[in-house]
């Protein structure tokens, strides 16, 4: 199976642009999770989604926005950047049958906000 | 969140040396998984520990849960170049959404040969 795909890659922004990140999950998977990585904070989560339904969202401002449709693809959404928005941004598939839960995460968005 | 600590923050070793880092939580906890990060990287799963005293290995890894289930260790026996990278625990407590991972800040693993 192929992994997690995120796009793009990298991506540059000025402040107060916004910007839209993607997420393929794991074929048959269902559930994505986005999570925010910077040296100062670590790893700290955004928000989950499932069969298009958000169903849990972390403690980030009303900027961060997020959706899913119905093939499992995922976006993430960030407006009015600012430069305390740079930062890794990955997002994580889970499967359902059997398992114990864990996340395949992928390669992530680097996002760099001037 | 989840209140976990994780120590050490950094950590270097020769290679050959063994490796520690611990995960300890101010509750009780459901269950924990650990993950790596090489540099550079993404996290990528390592294992999930559910049992009071659980002990689980994976070849040079060691992995083990706490009889209260607050504190969780990973141990790398004869440390390797390949085994650089970042180690988090992500502790759940019962209740949580199996998609929401708590993670600790992890400890950064630097072996030099």
């Known amino acids: 199976k192929a992994g997690v795909t995120q796009t793009p890659r990298y991506l540059i922004k000025t402040r107060g642009q916004q910007v839209t990140l993607s997420c393929s999950p794991i074929?048959?998977?269902?559930?994505v999770s986005w999570y925010q990585q910077t040296p100062g904070q670590g790893l700290q989560f955004l928000f989950e989604?499932?069969?298009?339904?958000?169903?849990n969202k972390g403690n980030f401002p009303g900027r961060f926005s997020g959706r899913q449709f119905s093939n499992s693809r995922s976006e993430m959404n960030v407006s009015t950047l600012e430069l305390g928005d740079s930062a890794l941004y990955l997002c994580?598939?889970?499967?359902?049958?059997?398992?114990?839960?864990?996340?395949?995460f992928g390669p992530g968005t680097r996002l760099t906000v001037t | 969140g989840q209140q976990v600590m994780q120590i050490p923050q950094y950590q270097h070793v020769q290679e050959g040396e063994d490796f520690t880092t611990y995960c300890n939580s101010s509750?009780?906890?459901?269950?924990i998984q650990w993950y790596k990060q090489r540099p550079g990287g993404h996290p990528v799963f390592l294992i999930q520990?559910?049992?009071?005293?659980e002990v689980k290995k994976q070849k040079r890894l060691t992995f083990q849960f706490g009889e209260a289930k607050k504190n969780s260790s990973l141990h790398i026996t004869a440390t390797q170049t390949t085994d650089v990278g970042t180690y988090f625990c992500?502790?759940?407590?019962?209740?949580?959404?199996?998609?929401?991972?708590?993670f600790g800040r992890g400890t950064q693993l630097t072996v030099w040969p």
């Open positions: 994580a598939s889970r499967g359902l049958q059997g398992g114990v839960g864990e996340q395949y």
């Open positions: 074929s048959g998977h269902r559930s």
């Open positions: 989604y499932f069969s298009e339904t958000q169903r």
């Open positions: 509750t009780t906890l459901s269950n």
């Open positions: 520990l559910v049992k009071s005293g």
């Open positions: 992500a502790p759940r407590k019962g209740g949580s959404t199996l998609g929401r991972l708590y």
